[in-house]
């Protein structure tokens, strides 16, 4: 009986070619459509990081001129953001998640669908303005008014773009939530589930708590420019600082939507290479708790310079400061997983490693933002543009390559070629420090962001960034190679892949088959991968 | 057959043609917004986008209302249908909280900063003289002339208790329904869809008193901006709530729903609460505070 | 045996990373000590933050390289069974806890002193534009405006041949500096006219924004003479990379005679009393430099604009049309676009001139004169319209 309901019309012939992806509601094949998604935008997107990096190589105006260069920058953010990073995770979340939970699919499968496929329109869109008279959004992907107002006939189309986004991001994140909470397989209790599972749990939270006021701000930005509302003008009683209240209490969040999946990402692959099971894991659910909590109660440090009043700077001052806390707790674990461990050094552990030591230096560099006083000098120069990548790029995007290396046996069914993804990880680490470090001094020296020339005095390190630049761009064209490689053969992987994998994604063959754990599995300790023996 | 396994449809076409369709939507309305050449396919393109949603909003409701009634959902379907409109509501509870938070902003923020208390004494001085902050206030420019405000105690009062009233209508159906009294609960749905569209009728009305008698409009500095974008958003949410009312009563008649499986009742039910409530906060913080 | 071997591995580790990050450091840029004694302040914070997250770093990518060392595979490590220690975690808790406090005290100390404005002995406002800054001495009621200085700004051109590095101070000199005295406590009252800037001197110590309809406040006390030298901090438009700002500090003295240099010498050099009557030359002289250093930012030097955003206007129909139109456009400027209401920032007499220029040159040979009297009366309506608003406001 359970066997004939579960797939009414699997006896039909699975559609080929176009309509098989754009119909289908399989949480594998949704999963693969977010992950193609995103690395062509995150190809995209890197592409106009090149076109910045181009132009800062040395001082003078060369290649563009700089309403295009703010441009670059607007869109090179918001499609990395919201076109390669966000969508990755979700991504790996549709392929991980019904797998690591037992699961046969996502909760809502057809919503699942049109989560997706709302994307690509929303990028049509975006990218759409590039070639529009005025040209493409340049007020930062921050987008503040009154700049963002004076944006030509782009602008309305950029809000919708972001409103489509946003519709997208919240279906995604109701549809993981009910998946996690619904869809266990017995025994799967909440807290024997693997922590990529738990981090994904309460960044859907956030995305759901973040995402409507993000669409509120530029409903607000849409009125004032086209229907007379006055929420950011002062003569009508408004302030342009209140936009910026409303942003960032979508954007601090946000960029914890960037790194807890990442944590869960890394907390999965240490254990397994370090043959040990994970140090702390009931720790690290209420650390990632509380840092969600706290990244409520923290926005305002990104506008310590608009002059607020001195409780308020104070308070958001504290608060910053106290992620260190909960964030500082995983970078423990994670040391004390591989202590005493029986290490193996494969793609995915050393992506996991370098993620490690270079989320800490952008983290460290985060508690020098908070310290106001000191923020005055920091605030918009590239010491935060350097701060933010290494978050973002040797943060999310080296969480989201090692994820890559971790689980494309588990998806192609073959194991990549092992010499090439170290080439690519050494080659990407070091190009990526040469890249952002010296945009540190740069900051410190004096450099604002978001400028298309300056002075003589930042000509040296701009030079070592930019050749560090394109020496990171090339590596992950070696990184599509890569995948391309795997995807068409290799070397056939095994179920369990890893010889210290511990967990449900890693009982079923590999490839994984189009569906899995139709009848659900019974899930005991012996088989996740963090048992939290109390001590 | 309800403890069966869970049900996952396979090849959906509703929801690309839900994308296709909110994709013309918006090409279309930020055609129309621009103005210029091209503003002339705006208005189309828009309503041909919106056609298809709410072509493709009846086919995807059908094909779940059809499986749902040759009982191919379980309970855990059922469970994963509820999670998702829990969290559809909470996630408008937020986009709502965005413009409270405005309101709030202003009201305690930005208005007394440009009056000049606090940290704004300097702004006043320099920019405003003589501006005091008040509220209700269209700002120190007096952006969009003279206006009075729409007293709570009057219509907004009104469409308080019709609002209220509606809850409770609701919930004498979901009673008739637990029960089985099919008259009773057509006559309950009827009745909530009624009070819906009378609340409607009033808040129209409103909007007309206030654009042509009171010279409130949304151009009335951060007032005006507030109170129509608020009540603006509040009253679609009525209108979509009032629609999906009807449907279900439709339903009811065609004989839809069992005591113990009724989602997509209950669904419609919550969000009704919902708009309820997000009333009960407009109704104080924007009409009597 | 494996503790002792884990104790040097760590100390040998310890050692190690502190050398490269020596190395690290040694060969960047750190932050300017400045020259105010707020500066001095902030760049003391810095470094001591700067040194705990270093020491943090340090120890941790220690303890990493230790095990990562040790505790290989190939090195026929062996797992540990232990997945959790209370009185671990707690003291990875405690710790940090009181390493943040450590911070925040000094922190709160130096941000306290810094929003305290009061006493201050002058006062300068000072209004960002779209791309120049504007400075109203108060109390000596000096007013001017200073952008990028030519040289820059004719090196800066996409597709010049002139070398960045052959241009004194590039983008970083003004046509007119904010010249200042040393020792005094000046306050810095900071607004814009038209999207947020933000006012930034490294020396100083601090930025802040400059929003408009808002007023920011600031001080500074500048202790050596010096030319202290920033740029526009907050994403501003097109040209926000050329928006600097130069401060001069001089001593007291030098600072009086420079104030009596300005209201003096701008008496002399007034084209006759504001409304009078100019003739043909002394328009279009007066309105090339009004012209090059308002207009010019987005209608450029020639007039060709850059399309679409910034139309231009040569053979521009409303420039070469109707004159009251013409007028009106420059003085209330195209709401919701950069063209701003200039009847706010520019006298009846510069707007003339600048209007009789643009009407006749880059070939837009209208022969039109425009005087300043065809202009107060629309800069007199815009005032007027403000007052009862203002009025009305107080009411
Ligand atoms: C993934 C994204 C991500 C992450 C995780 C973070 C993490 C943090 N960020 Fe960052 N941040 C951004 C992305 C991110 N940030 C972006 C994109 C911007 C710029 C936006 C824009 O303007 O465009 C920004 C800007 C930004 C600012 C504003 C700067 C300015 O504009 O002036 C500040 C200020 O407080 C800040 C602080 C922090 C802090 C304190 C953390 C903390 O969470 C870090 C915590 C981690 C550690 C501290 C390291 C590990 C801890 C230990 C080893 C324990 C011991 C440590 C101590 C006791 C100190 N960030
Ligand atoms: C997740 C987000 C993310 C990611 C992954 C990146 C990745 C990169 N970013 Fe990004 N960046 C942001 C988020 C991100 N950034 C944000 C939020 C801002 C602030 C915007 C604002 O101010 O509003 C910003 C701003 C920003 C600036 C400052 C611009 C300014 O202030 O004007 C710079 C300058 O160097 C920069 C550089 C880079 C580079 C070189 C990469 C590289 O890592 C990219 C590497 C990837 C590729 C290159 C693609 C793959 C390869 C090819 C396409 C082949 C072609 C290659 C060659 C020709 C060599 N970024
Ligand atoms: Cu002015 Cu940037
Ligand atoms: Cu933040």
Known sequence: MTDTTAHIDDHHAQPKGLARWLFTTN???????????????????????????????????????????NQMTTMHALVMIFGAVMPAFVGLANWMIPMMVGAPDMALPRMNNWSFWILPFAFLILLSTLFMPSGAPASGWTL??????????????VIFAIHLMGISSIMGAINIIATILNMRAPGMTLLRMPLFVWTWLITAFLLIAVMPVLAGAVTMLLTDRFFDTSFFNAAGGGDPVMYQHIFWFFGHPEVYIMILPAFGIISEIIPTFSRKRL??????????????????????????????????????????????????????????????????FETPMLFAIAFVILFTIGGL???????????????????????????????????????????????????????????????????????????????????????????????????????????????????????????????????????????????????????????????????????DQLA | MAQGSYYVPHQAKWPIVGSIGLFLMVSGFANWMNGGNTAGIGPWM??????????????????????????????????????????????????????????FYARMFAVPWLGGVGTGAMTNELLYPGFQATWPTNGPANVGGEFQTVPAFDVPLLNTLILLTSGWTITMAHWALKKMKRGALVFWMLATVALGALFLFYQVEEYIHAYQDLGLTLGSGIYGSTFFMLTGFHGMHVTVGTIMLLVIAFRCMAGHFRPDHHFGFEAVAWYWHFVDVVWLALFLFVYVV | MKRTNEMIVGLAMVAVITVITWGVFAVGDNMTAGVTPFSRDVYQLHMIVLGIVTVIGILVFAAMFTSIYLHRKSRGAEAAKFTHSTRAEIIWTVIPILILVAMAIPATRVLIDMEDTSGAEMNIKVTGYQWLWQYEYLEDGISFYSALDRDSNAARQIGSDISPREVDNYLLEVDKRM????????????????????????????????????????????????????????????????MPVVVEAVSPEDYRAWVAEQTGGQQTAEVGQPLDEMDRDTLMAHGEDIYDAHCAA????????????????????????????????VVNGRPGTAMAAFGQRLEARDIAAALTYTRNAFGNETGDLVQPADVVPLIDAQLDERLVSADRAAN
């Open chain 3, 298 to 329: 987005c209608h450029r030097e020639d007039g060709s604009g850059m399309q679409p955003a910034f139309p231009a206007l040569a053979g521009n129909a409303v420039v070469t049309g109707d004159v009251s139109q013409h007028i009106d456009v």
């Open chain 1, 365 to 531: 560099s985060g508690v020098m933002l908070a310290i106001v006083p000191a923020d005055f000098q920091y605030h918009d120069t590239y010491f935060v543009v350097a701060h933010f990548h290494y978050v973002l790029v040797t943060g999310a995007v080296f969480a989201i390559m090692a994820a890559a290396y971790y689980w494309m046996p588990k998806w192609t069914g073959h194991m990549y070629d092992e010499r090439l993804g170290k080439i690519h990880f050494w080659w990407s680490t070091i190009s990526v420090n040469v890249l952002f470090f010296p945009q540190h001094y740069l900051g410190l020296a004096g450099m604002p962001r978001r400028i298309p020339d300056y002075s003589v005095q930042f000509a040296e390190f701009n030079l070592i960034s930019s050749i560090g630049g394109f020496a990171f761009g090339l590596a992950q064209l070696l990184f599509v190679w890569i995948v391309i490689k795997c995807v068409r053969g290799g070397e056939k992987a095994t179920a369990g892949v890893w010889e210290g994998a511990h967990g449900l994604e890693w009982t079923v063959p590999s490839p994984a088959p189009l569906h899995t754990f139709d009848t659900p599995p019974q899930v005991d300790d012996s088989v996740t991968a963090h048992k």
């Open chain 3, 179 to 242: 010249v200042v005295p040393t020792n005094t406590r000046i306050r810095v009252l900071l607004t814009s006219g038209d999207v947020i800037h933000s006012w930034w001197v490294p020396d100083l110590g601090w930025k802040r924004d400059a929003i408009p309809g808002m007023v920011n406040e600031a001080w500074t006390l500048i202790e050596e003479p010096g030319v202290y030298r920033g740029q526009c901090a907050e994403l501003c438009g097109k040209d926000h990379g050329f």
């Open chain 1, 279 to 344: 140090f702390g894991y009931t720790s690290m659910v209420y650390a990632t708790a509380s840092i969600a909590f706290l990244s409520f109660i923290v926005w305002a440090h990104h506008m310590f310079t608009v002059g607020m009043p001195l409780g308020a700077s104070l308070f958001f001052m504290y608060a910053t400061m106290v992620i260190a806390v909960p964030t500082g707790i995983k970078i423990f674990n994670w040391v004390s997983t591989m202590w005493r461990g029986s290490m193996t």
């Open chain 1, 27 to 69: 949480h594998k094949e949704i999963g693969t459509l977010y992950l193609v998604f995103s690395l062509a935008m995150f190809i995209v997107g890197g592409a106009m990081a090149m076109v910045i990096r181009a132009e800062l190589f040395q001082p003078g105006l060369q290649l563009v001129n700089p309403e295009f260069f």
């Open chain 1, 144 to 157: 503040y008014p009154p700049l963002s107002l004076q944006g030509g006939n782009s602008f309305a189309f």
């Open chain 2, 46 to 103: 828009a309503a041909a986008g919106a056609a298809t949603v709410i072509l493709m909003m009846f086919g995807w409701f059908a094909d779940v209302i059809r499986e749902s009634e040759r009982g191919l959902y379980n309970t855990k379907v059922d469970a994963s249908f509820r999670q998702g409109m829990i969290w559809f509501i909470f996630s408008e509870v937020m986009f709502f909280a965005a413009f409270f938070g405005a309101l």
